[in-house]
C-alpha cells in the first residue's frame, strides 16, 4: 500500500517561506498525482495544489496562486510545496494525497479522489 509522509512544516513569520516535502513510497511506478490540502483550526479540510504524474500538469487554488509552487523529483519519489510571502491565514496542518493517475496530464482536485494521505504537517505563520 502507498505511504506518504510529509515533513518541512514548522512556525514561519509573516512575509517568510517554507518548503513541504512529500515522500512517496509503495507504487509500483511512478504513475501517482498528488495533492495538497490544508486544515485551518475550526476550519474544514480545503485543497492548495495538485500536480499530475508528468509534472506538467498543475493547479493553485485562488487563496495561493502566486505563492506557492508544486514540483516533482520522480528520482527522490517527492514532490513538493514552495511557500513564499506567508500568511497568518496559511496556519495549518498541511496534508499531501496521492492516488493512481490513468492519464500522465491529469491533476485531481476533489479530496475525496484521494485514498492515500499522509499524516499531516502544521505550517504556523506568526511573529
Known amino acids: 500500500q502507498p505511504q506518504l509522509v510529509e515533513s518541512g512544516g514548522g512556525l514561519v513569520e509573516p512575509g517568510g517561506s517554507r518548503r513541504l516535502s512529500c515522500t512517496v513510497s509503495g507504487y509500483p511506478s511512478m504513475d501517482y498525482a498528488i495533492g495538497w490540502f490544508r486544515q485551518a483550526p475550526g476550519k474544514e479540510r480545503e485543497g492548495v495544489s495538485y500536480?499530475?504524474?508528468?509534472?506538467?500538469?498543475?493547479k493553485y487554488e485562488a487563496s495561493v496562486k502566486g505563492r506557492f509552487t508544486i514540483s516533482r523529483d520522480d528520482a527522490k519519489n517527492t514532490v513538493y510545496l514552495q511557500m513564499e510571502s506567508l500568511k497568518p491565514e496559511d496556519t495549518a496542518i498541511y496534508y499531501c494525497?496521492?492516488?493512481?493517475?490513468?492519464?500522465?496530464?491529469?491533476?485531481?482536485?476533489?479530496?475525496?479522489?484521494?485514498?492515500?494521505w499522509g499524516q499531516g504537517t502544521q505550517v504556523t505563520v506568526s511573529s
Open positions: 500536480i499530475s504524474s508528468s509534472g506538467f500538469g498543475t
Open positions: 494525497a496521492g492516488r493512481t493517475a490513468f492519464n500522465v496530464g491529469t491533476y485531481y482536485e476533489s479530496e475525496y479522489e484521494y485514498p492515500y
